[in-house]
């Protein structure tokens, strides 16, 4: 939590919570693997999440989800000589009619596929192996700025030219991409090291106040015996 959000969660007259401790980022708690995830470093994708899918957000629909896995396949047909890989955030989506035709044209290129769940390594893992991340909006933001990775939000949608960009500060504008057009320029320019994707200008952020480590279960055994 930053100091913006931490200062109007206190002074919240309809907050009951009074007893609060403000931690650090939990994805740091996780362990980290030695062994080699990938057999060169992909593009990691991720996609809207299973809560946003069954929520039916205004921007979120299965005919969104695939325009999404459209916009990566095009990409990775442009660009043969780079890995995509989709780490999809619904497991069972491929089972769907929906997406029985894009399934078909996936199996025609070799650079492109699904993050298998079998592989069960821990997220900070997996996105330090990889090269560039794209992403729907989402924390997956948060955490590749944190870990100082480029990365690229596809924030648009058939429908929506805008997502996020207008009212999120990232302190940097220049990971938005809001067309397929911009997606594929800036995509570009990232792979030749020509933009930065991968830092911030907002040192403040909650993201980059301490690397320290916290036990989210331990801290909240610990509430609760202090509550008792």
Same mark, same amino acid.
């Given at each position: 939590?930053?100091?913006? $959000? ?7 007259? !309809? ?33 809207? *999440?299973?809560? @946003?899918?069954?929520?039916?957000? !205004?921007?979120? *629909?299965?005919? @969104? %989800? ?28 491929? @089972?769907?009619?929906? #997406?029985?035709?894009?399934?078909? %044209? ?55 030219? $805008?997502?996020?960009?207008? #009212?999120?500060?990232?302190? @940097?504008?220049?990971? #938005?991409?809001? $067309?397929?057009?911009?997606? %594929? ?12 994707? *991968? *830092? ?6 909650? #993201? ?9 279960? !331990? ?10």
């Amino acid at each position: 939590m930053d100091k913006f $959000s931490e200062k109007n969660f206190r002074k919240n007259k !309809y907050n009951i919570i009074k007893n609060y401790k403000v931690i650090g980022n939990i994805f740091l708690n996780e362990k980290l693997t030695n062994n080699k995830i990938f057999k060169k470093k992909p593009i990691l994708c991720f996609d809207y *999440s299973v809560k @946003n899918l069954n929520e039916q957000m !205004y921007d979120v *629909s299965f005919k @969104n %989800q695939l325009s999404f896995y459209e916009d990566i396949l095009n990409l990775s047909i442009k660009y043969p000589n780079e890995q995509f890989i989709i780490k999809s955030k619904f497991k069972d989506f491929r @089972n769907f009619p929906e #997406f029985k035709k894009f399934k078909k %044209q996936l199996k025609k290129y070799k650079n492109i596929s699904f993050y298998s769940f079998f592989n069960n390594y821990s997220l900070e893992s997996i996105l330090k192996n990889s090269k560039i991340i794209i992403t729907k909006p989402s924390s997956v933001i948060d955490l590749a700025l944190y870990f100082k990775k480029k990365v690229i939000v596809h924030d648009y949608e058939p429908n929506f030219k $805008s997502l996020i960009k207008n #009212f999120i500060n990232y302190g @940097n504008k220049n990971i #938005f991409a809001n $067309s397929f057009d911009e997606l %594929q320029f800036k995509f570009c320019k990232a792979v030749k090291n020509e933009i930065n994707l *991968s *830092s911030s200008k907002l040192k403040d952020h909650y #993201f980059y106040k301490t690397k320290q480590k916290y036990d989210i279960k !331990y801290e909240l055994l610990k509430f609760e015996k202090s509550s008792n």
